[in-house]
């Protein structure tokens, strides 16, 4: 691995319409970083969707997982932490030679294709949102944090707040 290089990428992706531009929760604007709420625009994107939101069943979550598992040891990337939720994706990898913008779009491409081969509804639709996150881990200490989180942060948040 080149020194300039992170360590990993932490990389997340959403399922298609359940984190929509304006969200309440909060988003992202492309090369803008965090915005605040902002529901009319919301409602504007949620009334646009050109197909129904399918969340992730537990089956769907295994076969994502799966797929990103399959794919990087295809790749022979180092896999740290894999976890599909209900509504979005979450992996930590080390791609040596690869930019996290690739890495989340070949992971993100897998996972459709193996939720296709096994459930018709997922064709001839969107699965996952456009794009996605990623972000480069350039230190021990933050890969173990973003391992935790992956791994076990989120279901205690999950816990308090009672969703998924």
Known sequence: MNDD?????FITWTVYGTFLQGDGRGWRRR????????????????DRLKH????????HQVVVEQE?????????????????????VHAVVTAPGYAGKR????????????????????RDRAVWSELGDWRCVNTDEDLESVILYVNEAQDRMEFRHGGQ
């Open 68 to 88: 990103i598992e399959r794919h990087c040891t295809h790749r022979n990337w180092r896999l740290w932490a894999r976890s599909a939720r209900t509504n979005h």
């Open 5 to 9: 290089e992170p360590l990993a990428y």
């Open 103 to 122: 890495v989340r779009d070949q992971l993100k491409a897998n996972g459709t294709r193996g939720l296709r081969e096994h459930w018709e509804i997922f």
């Open 52 to 59: 129904p939101i399918l969340l992730l069943e537990n089956a």
């Open 31 to 46: 090369r803008e970083g965090e915005q605040q709420p902002q529901p009319r625009l919301a409602r504007w994107r949620r």
